[in-house]
């Protein structure tokens, strides 16, 4: 199993903007990425905090490695890439209210 991780450092107050971004949205079935094939499932996770900054986790389960790099090769990938950047005139700027991200491919050993 191949597994990708990525962690958000936030503002204090703006971890939802992370995951409604993220979250599968009510009514609209199964995303692009939920129906590639190799694609095993999806977590979010925000870490309990009582005040001050946020942390927000993906993580993404793929039954290999070569099942993700076909989705990162995709027309729908790229497509979705390309809007982003058409859509801000170039490589979308980092939110203000993020103050890090983290990303990290792994392979499970056990």
């Not at 499932?41 to 942390?55: A, D, H, I, Q, S």
């Not at 793929?62 to 027309?75: G, Q």
């Not at 980092?94 to 990303?103: A, L, Q, T």
């Amino acid at each position: 199993m191949f597994v990708q991780i990525r962690k958000w450092i936030v503002t204090e107050g703006n971890s939802l903007k992370i995951i409604e971004r993220f979250s599968k949205k009510t009514g609209q079935g199964p995303s692009m990425l939920e129906q590639r094939e190799g694609f095993i499932g999806r977590e979010l996770l925000v870490k309990n905090v009582r005040r001050g900054e946020e942390e927000v986790v993906m993580i993404i389960r793929w039954e290999s490695e070569d099942a993700w790099k076909a989705w990162e090769k995709s027309p729908e990938h790229i497509a979705g890439h390309k809007a982003k950047i058409k859509e801000h005139g170039g490589k979308p700027p980092k939110p203000d209210f993020v103050i890090s991200m983290e990303h990290g491919n792994y392979t499970v050993v056990e």
